[in-house]
Each structure stands twice: as C-alpha cells, then as structure tokens.
C-alpha cells in the first residue's frame, strides 16, 4: 500500500509558477512509476504528466515547454513545477502511483494507476 499527499497549490496569476509536491509512503518508493492529473469542474480527469522510476518523462501536448515533472527518490516525493500558468489550468491537481519491474515504464491513463493523492486545488486568474 502506497499513501500520496499532494501539496503546494493554490491562487496564482496568468503567467505565474507555482510548484507542486507528491510525498509517498509505506512502500518502496524506488519501484514507483508516478503520475500527474487534473480535472476541472464538469470536465473528465485528465493525464498530466508522468515519470518512470529512472525519471523518463512524458507530457501532454497542453503542458509541453510549461511544466516539468520530477522525482527524488531519496525523499520519496515527485514535483510538477508549473511555469507559465494559464486560466485553463485551473483544476485539482492530483498525484498517481504504479508499481512496475520496468525502469524506463510510464503511465498515461488513469485506469494504469493504483494509488491517488487526495488532490490540491491549483487556481489561475486572468
């Protein structure tokens, strides 16, 4: 059993940064493929971002250049730094985990993942 708690959002202008943190716990944390999702209201949870536990990343086109996402396995957390934010990243942002045997495996759906964080909300003014 893997435990994730996201943190780090909050209020920010267009074109601002923020950074957002995923801490794991209870498991091997080396072993983890992790990902990132948001949903909106009304709108599906959507795939983010992703990263294998040899840190291969992937991206959504929407984010592509804006964000990155990474990990430090020593302190069992994986980050989304967030640059250039727009309004229509407004969402709860939430954080996935995977166990894999694969080094270089990441995820893009959300049925590939076996744990969830509880979310953070992450709101862009215009």
């Known amino acids: 059993q893997v435990q994730l708690v996201e943190s780090g959002g909050g209020l920010v202008q267009a074109g601002g940064s923020l950074r957002l943190s995923c801490a794991a716990s209870?498991?091997?944390?080396?072993?983890?493929?992790m990902g990132w999702f948001r949903q909106a209201p009304g709108k599906e949870r959507e795939f983010v971002a992703a990263i294998s536990w040899s840190s291969s990343t992937y991206y959504t086109d929407s984010v592509k250049g804006r964000f990155t996402i990474s990990r430090d396995n020593a302190k069992n957390t994986v980050y989304l730094q967030m640059n250039s934010l727009k309004p229509e990243d407004t969402a709860v942002y939430y954080c996935a985990a995977r166990l894999t045997f694969y080094s270089g495996s990441y995820y893009r759906t959300r049925d590939e993942y076996d744990y969830w964080g509880q979310g953070t909300q992450v709101t862009v003014s215009s």
């Open positions: 209870g498991r091997t944390f080396n072993n983890y493929a």
